[in-house]
């Protein structure tokens, strides 16, 4: 089991930058398959990206696609999400979630962290 924190939420304008860091508990960090979801007010959980076990692979949401960039330091138990050109709609709480399998879907993670708010004002 594996759990995991999420930080670096906050306010920022549009076109600004943020990155979230979420940090994981346990010995098997590199077990797991890391991605990031989120989810606005009134709509559902969707993924955002996700990386590979050893960090060679990568998946993105068109939404995020070249605004984006996942990456995770196994050796510190740290996932990150780097977000560019942020805009209005990228709004949302954040999670960070742990899998076995490496995909996009959402009943395919069975670890997540609380959350942690994005706001973009315009």
């Known amino acids: 089991q594996v759990q995991l924190v999420e930080s670096g939420g906050g306010l920022v304008q549009a076109g600004g930058s943020l990155r979230l860091s979420c940090a994981a508990s346990?010995?098997?960090?590199?077990?797991?398959?890391m991605g990031w979801f989120r989810q606005a007010p009134g709509k559902e959980r969707e993924f955002v990206a996700a990386?590979?076990?050893?960090?060679?692979?990568?998946i993105y949401a068109d939404s995020v696609k070249g605004r984006s960039t996942i990456s995770r330091d196994n050796a510190r138990n740290m996932v990150y999400l780097q977000m560019n050109s942020l805009k209005p709609e990228d709004t949302a709480v954040y999670y960070c979630?742990?899998?076995?399998?490496?995909?996009?879907?959402?009943?395919?993670?069975?670890?997540w962290g609380q959350g942690s708010q994005v706001t973009v004002s315009s």
């Open positions: 979630a742990a899998s076995w399998s490496y995909g996009s879907r959402l009943d395919e993670y069975d670890f």
């Open positions: 346990g010995r098997t960090f590199s077990s797991y398959v």
């Open positions: 990386i590979s076990w050893g960090g060679g692979s990568t």
